[in-house]
């Protein structure tokens, strides 16, 4: 087929060394001989009607002919890419095992005979493609499948590890947070025992305090007692004292009174004042 077209597409090449073209439609132009060499343009004719006009046409085959050399090679590379892929999958295949299927899974034509001459590995029909590529989807399809119980799996695992260590974490707090409060109620308790040890220590000192203000207080009643007393005899020694200075003075006043006066009192049998001096 490339053959051929290589063949075919001789005319779209241009015009040969001779200064001649042959154009798609086997149109000749000879070349005017009056014309310079600088005018001679591929292709060119003389200026007619007629070449005018065949021009024309073989542009619009060149035009025609170059979209189906396109189409052709399009066609011709899709199908060796074809042709490479099929022969990629023979050649991962290899030998057939025993069975069906080879090493990828591809399907083994039952049936199918190696006659001398012809192709061992013959290309696959369309239905067998097919078949593989079933059998590549349903195997894409397990291996997903397994990735994502093994991804479960890992999940799984994964949270099962943050468990336990959470839940050792979590005992750990628990435990800092034991140690925290036992010893909180230890400093707890140790402070209410010296409180209370302090506060019975207030309590005897306030009642010793008690105890001596009573006895002060005692001992201020007896000494104010004895003031009193104190100060009444003190109060009667000067009361008599002053009385026995007034009657002393009396007497000397009655003393020196004249004698009709002396006969109204009656004097003490001392005798007479200031006698007993």
Same mark, same amino acid.
């Given at each position: 087929?490339?053959?051929?077209? =290589?063949?075919?597409?001789?005319?779209?090449?241009?015009?040969?060394?001779?200064?001649?073209?042959?154009?798609?439609?086997?149109?000749?132009?000879?070349?005017?001989?009056?014309?310079?060499?600088?005018?001679?343009?591929?292709?060119?004719?003389?200026?007619?009607?007629?070449?005018?006009?065949?021009?024309?046409?073989?542009?619009?085959?060149?035009?025609?002919?170059? /979209?189906?050399?396109?189409?052709?090679?399009?066609?011709?590379?899709? /199908?060796?890419?074809?042709?490479?892929?099929?022969?990629?999958?023979f050649e991962e295949v290899g030998s057939s095992p025993p069975g069906e299927g080879g090493a990828l899974g591809l399907p083994y034509r039952r049936g199918a005979r190696q006659t001398q001459g012809a192709d061992p590995w013959p290309l696959p029909s369309l239905q067998e493609v097919r078949e593989t590529q079933k059998w590549h989807e349903r195997h894409l399809v397990e291996v997903d499948s397994s990735c994502q119980k093994e991804y479960d799996s890992k999940v799984a695992q994964a949270l099962e590890e943050l468990r336990r260590q959470h839940?050792?974490?979590?005992?750990?707090?628990?435990?800092?947070?034991?140690?925290?409060?036992?010893?909180? /109620?230890?400093?707890?308790?140790?402070?209410?025992?010296?409180?209370?040890?302090?506060?019975?220590?207030?309590?005897?000192?306030?009642?010793?305090?008690?105890?001596?203000?009573?006895?002060?207080?005692?001992?201020?009643?007896? /000494?104010?007692?004895?003031?009193?007393?104190?100060?009444?005899?003190?109060?009667?020694?000067?009361?008599?004292?002053?009385?026995?200075?007034?009657?002393?003075?009396?007497?000397?006043?009655?003393?020196?009174?004249?004698?009709?006066?002396? =006969?109204?009192?009656?004097?003490?049998?001392?005798?007479?004042?200031?006698?007993?001096?």
């Amino acid at each position: 087929m490339g053959k051929a077209f =290589r063949e075919r597409g001789t005319g779209l090449d241009g015009p040969k060394k001779g200064g001649s073209a042959v154009t798609g439609g086997g149109i000749f132009c000879p070349p005017h001989p009056e014309a310079p060499e600088g005018q001679l343009a591929e292709g060119s004719c003389p200026a007619s009607p007629q070449s005018e006009d065949a021009h024309a046409v073989a542009k619009k085959q060149l035009e025609k002919e170059t /979209l189906l050399r396109v189409d052709l090679e399009n066609r011709c590379q899709s /199908l060796q890419e074809e042709l490479d892929f099929r022969k990629s999958i023979f050649e991962e295949v290899g030998s057939s095992p025993p069975g069906e299927g080879g090493a990828l899974g591809l399907p083994y034509r039952r049936g199918a005979r190696q006659t001398q001459g012809a192709d061992p590995w013959p290309l696959p029909s369309l239905q067998e493609v097919r078949e593989t590529q079933k059998w590549h989807e349903r195997h894409l399809v397990e291996v997903d499948s397994s990735c994502q119980k093994e991804y479960d799996s890992k999940v799984a695992q994964a949270l099962e590890e943050l468990r336990r260590q959470h839940d050792h974490q979590v005992q750990l707090y628990k435990l800092e947070l034991e140690q925290t409060y036992q010893a909180k /109620l230890e400093n707890a308790k140790l402070c209410s025992d010296q409180n209370e040890r302090a506060a019975s220590a207030a309590r005897e000192e306030l009642n010793e305090a008690r105890m001596r203000i009573e006895a002060l207080s005692y001992q201020l009643s007896g /000494l104010q007692k004895q003031v009193r007393r104190a100060g009444l005899a003190l109060a009667g020694s000067r009361f008599r004292g002053c009385l026995e200075g007034v009657t002393s003075k009396l007497r000397d006043l009655l003393w020196v009174a004249p004698p009709e006066g002396r =006969r109204c009192l009656w004097w003490p049998a001392s005798g007479r004042p200031g006698e007993g001096k």
